[in-house]
């Protein structure tokens, strides 16, 4: 996070509509999921968050770089990192509604995020000897969430399946939809209405499974 925000190449102020789109698309799909958790008997602090919070980071900034080229990824910088904060604020409180401040304020998605922001539209930008290994040691950190992913996925039950079919399908459907909606009241160019679609379209993000867990 940290890294992508203080990027040269990432001009923050311009990228405001998609900064506020994440907002709206990331909400709204909380509340078009919130019903279908009800009429399925699933606890909604379970089931709502992944429908919210989508795989924008280590799936998405590499399908906008190949749809969109370094445009697309400044874009979807935006939506990852402002899905992000809600997600370690707005999304930790659905989770556990006794997530204590303090313990978000030592977050490091939510520090990385303000300080990426300030860095970013100061004009301030980490030296290279900085931000390369920074850069590397963040890359890192993807196949690590996998991994433990994969240990806890000894948990899962057959009959946990068809809750699962239902959140992916209703996580890329309400996405698209609140996605297809904002488009036409906020500003954007071409290459943004592009990638609100490609925002709303991609699944749950791995970062579900490590705040579920934390909050057991």
């Not at 900064?19 to 958790?37: E, H, K, Q, R, Y």
């Not at 679609?197 to 699944?203: D, E, I, N, R, S």
């Amino acid at each position: 996070v940290l890294t992508h925000l203080s990027d040269k190449s990432v001009d923050l102020v311009s990228l405001w509509p998609l900064a506020v789109t994440s907002v709206l698309v990331v909400l709204g799909s909380g509340l078009i999921a919130w019903p279908f958790a009800k009429l399925s008997g699933q606890n909604p602090r379970t089931f709502v968050p992944p429908m919210m919070f989508n795989n924008c980071g280590n799936m998405g900034l590499p399908l906008a770089l190949f749809a969109f080229g370094a445009p697309g990824v400044a874009g979807m910088v935006a939506l990852f990192t402002t899905s992000n904060l809600l997600h370690f604020t707005v999304g930790a409180f659905i989770v556990n509604k006794h997530a204590e401040l303090k313990l978000l304020a030592k977050s490091p998605m939510i520090w990385a995020t303000v300080i990426g922001a300030a860095l970013g539209l100061t004009g301030t930008h980490l030296p290279d000897s900085v931000h390369a290994p920074m850069k590397m040691v963040g890359d890192c950190t993807i196949p690590v969430m996998l991994l433990s992913l994969g240990v806890r996925m000894l948990d899962v039950k057959r009959r946990d399946f068809s809750h699962s079919l239902l959140g992916a399908a209703i996580c890329p459907l309400s996405g698209l939809l609140v996605a297809g909606l904002v488009v036409h009241w906020l500003p954007m160019d071409k290459t943004q209405i592009g990638l609100v679609y490609l925002f709303g379209a991609l699944p749950p993000a791995v970062l579900n499974f490590l705040v579920a867990d934390y909050y057991k």
